[in-house]
């Protein structure tokens, strides 16, 4: 079960996450939807980067029966990335929410030698969805 706590003014219908959470976990997850004020304080507070950013995940210690961990999104991010690159605030924020679930799953980008962006791309594929942040990043 997916967790949504909306702290915007934004109206995002959850159930268009429910095909990507239903691929990868049956986990319950927090899906919190913020502005970049907030998400910049807990990249500052919890990764040292004193600026917003897209997307951050929170894994819960492993243990039975908690949650797999939280994922936090930008809305105003999510706007400039939706125009930027074309599609949809929904889209961006279905890749956004596919890329948090992905590091609560334990792959990492940053150290992983593909390993993540081969499975978000299978995933944006199996599903249609616009291309993928790390490839974006890559670029």
Known sequence: MIDFDNRTDYEFDINKLNDIYNLLTDKDIELILTDDEEIKELNSQFRN???????????????PGMPLGSIVISIDTAKKGAEEFGHSVDDEIRLLFLHGLLHLLGYDHETDNGEMRAKEEEIIKKLNLPSSLIVRNED
């Open 49 to 63: 980067k004193d600026k917003a950013t897209d997307v951050l995940s929170f894994p819960l210690e492993a243990m």
